[in-house]
């Protein structure tokens, strides 16, 4: 079964997207920004992590490059999604290392399908 990490400040954005991955079958952990989600990440590396740019303390941008920084995490897959859906942020979003973009707001089968296609690896 393999193990999301759920990085969203906003909480009924949040539990709404566990409650999602979690219906489809898969583990869910949850941190509130990039600093707790770094401490969760300590603790057991994810299969993939499903991560906001807007957040206090460490934005997404940020926790993206840092996780694919470190030859520990850097082949985890990081799906940003996020309310900058400008090309320019999906733009952004992918130099800082992300694997996929969705903009929110999304339709629940496009990010459960990004996750599941991303947790399948390329091909």
Known sequence: MSKVLVIE????Q????????????LT????SDGVEAFEQI?????????LDIVMPRMNGYEVCRRIKADPKTQNVPVVMCSSKGEEFD???GMKQG????????F???????????????PG
């Open 9 to 12: 400040d906003s909480v009924t």
């Open 14 to 25: 949040r539990e709404m997207i566990a409650n999602l991955l979690r219906g489809s079958g």
């Open 28 to 31: 869910v952990i949850e941190a």
């Open 42 to 50: 300590q603790k057991g590396l994810p299969d993939l992590v499903v």
């Open 90 to 92: 999906r733009y952004w």
């Open 98 to 105: 992300a694997d996929a973009y969705v903009a929110k707001p």
């Open 107 to 121: 339709q629940p089968t496009e990010l459960v399908g990004t996750v599941k296609q991303m947790l399948r690896g």
